[in-house]
């Protein structure tokens, strides 16, 4: 209850200040390929994630930290459901062909048969951004955060929009509840200098 009480007040910020918003650069929240750890063996999806999470506050080591992140990638990638899956995977063949409109069309099919599955949210973001369709990016985020707080992908999104919007102290904020998560991760860590050093730059 305490990760959602932090994060609505950024949600809700966002979402009332992203009226418009102007470029961005590229960002993925795909999964990527990992090697498997003792995690994998616990029983259910969240207690592997849990454990995960555990593990990848606690870790320093970029390049472990980085093996930590991808198996929780792929934790979230199984929806547990073959017909998802199989839409899923249409999906990136859409994505990589350049059918964006068809791979949001099977995306908006992943969303209507599992809402809760929060790869299919984050997947759409993630189109949506890359077609700058910045707004409808944000409201995809804010849906993935609602079902995973934890999202440290959908948070480098959502701060990706707010920087190139202009809402720098949102970005800044959005980044440090990033490295909260995955406080290893050596460009979070730069783009949250370069937003304190900016920020303080503009109040002397």
């Given at each position: 209850?305490?990760?959602?009480?932090?994060?609505?007040?950024?949600?809700l910020a966002c979402s009332a200040l992203l009226a418009t918003s102007t470029g961005a650069g590229n960002f993925s929240f795909a999964a990527?390929?990992?090697?498997?750890?003792?995690?994998?063996?616990?029983?259910?999806?969240?207690?592997?994630?849990?454990?995960?999470?555990?593990?990848?506050?606690?870790?320093?080591?970029?390049?472990?930290?980085?093996?930590?992140?991808?198996?929780?990638?792929?934790?979230?990638?199984?929806?547990?459901?073959?017909?998802?899956?199989?839409?899923?995977?249409?999906?990136?063949k859409a994505i990589s062909d350049n059918k964006q409109p068809a791979a949001l069309d099977i995306l908006d099919q992943v969303i209507a048969?599992?809402?809760?599955?929060?790869?299919?949210?984050?997947?759409?973001?993630?189109?949506?951004?890359?077609?700058?369709?910045?707004?409808?990016?944000?409201?995809?985020?804010?849906?993935?955060?609602?079902?995973?707080?934890?999202?440290?992908?959908?948070?480098?999104?959502?701060?990706?929009?707010?920087?190139?919007?202009?809402?720098?102290?949102?970005?800044?904020?959005?980044?440090?509840?990033?490295?909260?998560?995955?406080?290893?991760?050596?460009?979070?860590?730069?783009?949250?200098?370069?937003?304190?050093?900016?920020?303080?730059?503009?109040?002397?």
């Amino acid at each position: 209850m305490l990760a959602m009480r932090v994060f609505r007040p950024l949600i809700l910020a966002c979402s009332a200040l992203l009226a418009t918003s102007t470029g961005a650069g590229n960002f993925s929240f795909a999964a990527e390929a990992s090697t498997q750890t003792e995690a994998t063996s616990l029983t259910t999806p969240k207690q592997r994630l849990d454990t995960l999470f555990a593990d990848l506050k606690k870790e320093r080591d970029p390049d472990k930290a980085r093996e930590l992140s991808n198996q929780i990638r792929m934790e979230w990638q199984d929806s547990g459901s073959a017909t998802v899956n199989l839409l899923m995977q249409w999906a990136d063949k859409a994505i990589s062909d350049n059918k964006q409109p068809a791979a949001l069309d099977i995306l908006d099919q992943v969303i209507a048969l599992a809402p809760n599955y929060v790869e299919g949210w984050n997947r759409r973001a993630t189109l949506h951004y890359t077609m700058g369709n910045y707004r409808k990016s944000m409201a995809d985020i804010n849906r993935v955060l609602s079902i995973e707080p934890r999202h440290f992908g959908a948070l480098a999104g959502m701060a990706a929009i707010l920087g190139a919007s202009g809402k720098d102290e949102l970005a800044m904020r959005a980044w440090e509840q990033f490295l909260d998560i995955y406080p290893a991760d050596r460009k979070a860590q730069e783009q949250l200098g370069e937003l304190a050093e900016k920020l303080a730059g503009s109040k002397t």
